[in-house]
């Protein structure tokens, strides 16, 4: 019987691997709807509560980012979607599961996740800040060390977890080579899409 249900793949990886990249390209191939929790909150009216928490440098609440994330959910309708940013942490991977990894659920959850070495991270954080982009904190060697031990500490952990969950698609893709297009080939393979057209692949539409 055809599966009705609807996908929710989970881009996750660290700095580096280029989940809004791959996110793109993938919308660009299969026409994917893209949730993209940083942008939704940056795109935050700048009075609304959550922004200022923000903009005193403190952590959304988690109740509240779990209400953005269902509304961003719900609005995509029965579309197959992407979430990037999202879960980064335990506590996020349990509510994620909680509220969609179950018989009558419908949605598939599929979680991809982006591995890479810590080096190689490294050298293409330092790429994107030759090149002029990337975060305005790329540059600070220090904040990207933090950055990358708060990834350890908080995401792998998480990571982890939904591997190990009965009824999430989950799998662990190599994003390490310089060629974009391979790596980006390799997501596809493990997603399932065998349909894709490489010359349509930009690596330009977001930095890795």
């Not at 991809?112 to 540059?139: C, F, Q, W, Y």
Request: net charge neutral; aromatic share 6%.
């Amino acid at each position: 019987m055809e599966n009705l249900k609807s996908k929710i793949i989970v881009l996750m990886g660290g700095q580096g691997a280029g989940k809004g990249t791959h996110a793109k390209n993938l919308v660009a191939q299969k026409g994917f709807k893209y949730i993209e929790v940083g942008a939704i909150l940056r795109d935050l009216p700048a009075e609304s509560p959550m922004k200022q928490i923000m903009a005193r440098g403190e952590l959304v609440p988690s109740s509240e980012l779990f209400k953005i994330i269902s509304a961003a959910i719900d609005s995509n309708g029965k579309s197959d979607m992407i979430l990037d940013g999202f879960p980064r942490n335990v506590e996020q991977a349990q509510w994620l599961v909680q509220q969609y990894v179950y018989d009558e659920s419908p949605y598939d959850l599929h979680v991809l996740h982006l591995s890479l070495p810590e080096n190689v991270m490294l050298e293409r954080i330092a790429n994107r800040v030759k090149e002029g982009g990337g975060r305005a904190d790329d540059t600070d060697v220090a904040v990207v060390k933090k950055r990358l031990e708060c990834f350890k500490r908080e995401t792998i952990p998480a990571i982890e977890f939904l591997e190990n969950v009965k009824g999430i698609h989950f799998y662990t893709v190599d994003v390490s080579s310089k060629d974009f297009a391979t790596n980006f080939t390799n997501v596809c393979k493990a997603l399932g899409i065998d349909d894709i057209d490489i010359n349509k692949v930009q690596v330009n539409v977001a930095k890795l």
